[in-house]
């Protein structure tokens, strides 16, 4: 299901503020080369996820899903000046592609990127968060939820992307593993009282999340 009209789409991204050159090559370069490039924040999105964080200047961002770097790039832009982007990535080939873009980007110095499970890698990196982003494997996605939100600090932001999984949630009879797991996702946030949130439909919808 098309959820978002391609004219809205492509006049919304007239009218936001244009990809720097390296995230747009990262776009270009997904987009002509990998299988999977419908997984890409894109250009609306990105331009969102950059000013978010430009807004909320965090010294820590963490990323569930690295994917070819394009959404690590954007949130990075707003890290303080000592911030860090903790970014982690299960596809070894997917983070290879990430890490070559990475060096290529002024805030280089500022993103670590994590190779493995995120499940395995997450406790073990002992830090507080102002920002988290899951685009990740959405059976996970509970699971990274309980595991981040007692390391995200007071006011701190989780961003769940894909939470219309391509409108498979606005089915009569929702069904699929993914599907299923979303839904569940989104009925497990809406039911807990540690933050308030808002969906915002942002190409495959965006779930904004804020630690009470």
Known sequence: ME?????????AGVFSSPENELIRRVAEYTTQTHTNAHMLSGHVQGSFLTIL??????????EIGTFTGYSALCLS????????LHTIELREDDAAVAKDFFS?????????????????????????WDIVFIDADK???IDYYEL?????????LIIADNVFFHGQVLAEKISGKNALAIQA????VKSDTRVEQVLLTIRDGLLIIRKL
């Not at 959820?3 to 006049?11: D, F, G, K, S, T």
């Open 3 to 11: 959820l978002v009209n391609q004219l809205a789409e492509q006049y």
């Open 53 to 62: 964080s430009t807004l909320l200047h965090p010294q820590r961002i963490l």
């Open 77 to 84: 832009r707003g890290l303080k000046k000592d911030g860090i």
């Open 104 to 128: 290529q980007s002024p805030d280089k110095d500022k993103i670590v990127l994590h190779v493995g499970n995120a499940k395995d890698i997450i406790p073990a990196l002992n830090e507080s």
């Open 139 to 141: 059976t996970g996605y």
């Open 148 to 156: 981040i939100l007692p390391a995200v600090k007071q006011n701190g």
């Open 185 to 188: 996702f989104n009925d497990h």
